[in-house]
C-alpha cells in the first residue's frame, strides 16, 4: 500500500525557511514522481512544484521560482521542498503526491504559516 506522510510545517516569519518532507512507502522501485500542491483558505488547490523519478525533470509555479527546491533522496524514499524567503502568501496546507498505475496518492497535507 502506498502511503505519504508530510512533515516540517510550522510557523514561520516573513523571509524565513522551512523544509518540508514527504516520506513514500510501498513503492518498490523508485519510478515515481512527486508533486507538491498546497491549499490556502477560500482558495482551490494548486500546483507548487514536482520532481519525476529519474530524468531530472523539475516543475516549480511561476509563484515560487527561486525560491523553493525540490529534491529527493530515493535512499531514503524522501522527497524534499526546501522553501526560502517565505512570503504570508505561502500560507497554506501543503501536501504531496504520488500517480501510480492510474491512482493518484495523497499525504494529509502539512501546514505552513507565514506572518508578515
Known amino acids: 500500500e502506498v502511503q505519504l506522510v508530510e512533515s516540517g510545517g510550522g510557523l514561520v516569519q516573513a523571509g524565513g525557511s522551512l523544509r518540508l518532507s514527504c516520506a513514500a512507502s510501498g513503492f518498490t522501485k523508485d519510478d515515481y514522481a512527486i508533486g507538491w500542491f498546497r491549499q490556502a483558505p477560500g482558495k482551490e488547490r494548486e500546483g507548487v512544484s514536482c520532481?519525476?523519478?529519474?530524468?531530472?525533470?523539475?516543475y516549480y509555479a511561476d509563484s515560487v521560482k527561486g525560491r523553493f527546491t525540490i529534491s529527493r533522496d530515493n535512499a531514503k524514499k524522501t522527497v524534499y521542498l526546501q522553501m526560502n524567503s517565505l512570503k504570508p502568501e505561502d500560507t497554506a496546507v501543503y501536501y504531496c503526491?504520488?500517480?501510480?498505475?492510474?491512482?493518484?496518492?495523497w499525504g494529509q497535507g502539512t501546514q505552513v504559516t507565514v506572518s508578515s
Open positions: 503526491n504520488a500517480p501510480r498505475s492510474g491512482l493518484t496518492y
Open positions: 520532481i519525476s523519478s529519474r530524468d531530472g525533470f523539475l
